[in-house]
């Protein structure tokens, strides 16, 4: 099965920016949702943006400030983050469901941290 692998965390300021690269083992067109989800110490994971077919959806905590894309030549997904802030602070991870039997694909998780 295809699977993620997360790059592009580490350390900013607060409002500054970050890129995070979710690269599949093989085409992310095997999955009809692929998202980024966030775990901070002591939260539950939550879904921070999502894209399926040619839309879009955002946590209101990151809309204006986060864009998600895909690059289905290079079965990638981007986490665009700008502004960030110290709440932002997490570990990202990729996520995708796949059209064959819906089951999701996690991959590792990327910290990010905000902080001066």
């Known amino acids: 099965q295809v699977q993620l692998v997360e790059s592009g965390g580490g350390l900013v300021q607060p409002g500054g920016s970050l890129r995070l690269s979710c690269a599949a083992s093989?085409?992310?067109?095997?999955?009809?949702?692929m998202g980024w989800y966030r775990q901070a110490p002591g939260k539950q994971r939550e879904l921070v943006a999502s894209?399926?077919?040619?839309?879009?959806d955002y946590a209101d905590s990151v809309k204006g400030r986060f864009t998600i894309s895909r690059d289905n030549a290079k079965n990638t997904v981007y986490l665009q983050m700008n502004s960030l802030k110290p709440e932002d602070t997490a570990v990202y991870y990729c996520?995708?469901?796949?059209?064959?039997?819906?089951?999701?694909?996690w991959g590792q998780g990327t910290q990010v941290a905000v902080s001066s």
């Open positions: 996520n995708g469901v796949r059209w064959s039997d819906g089951s999701s694909a």
């Open positions: 894209t399926t077919g040619g839309s879009t």
């Open positions: 093989g085409s992310i067109l095997s999955f009809y949702v």
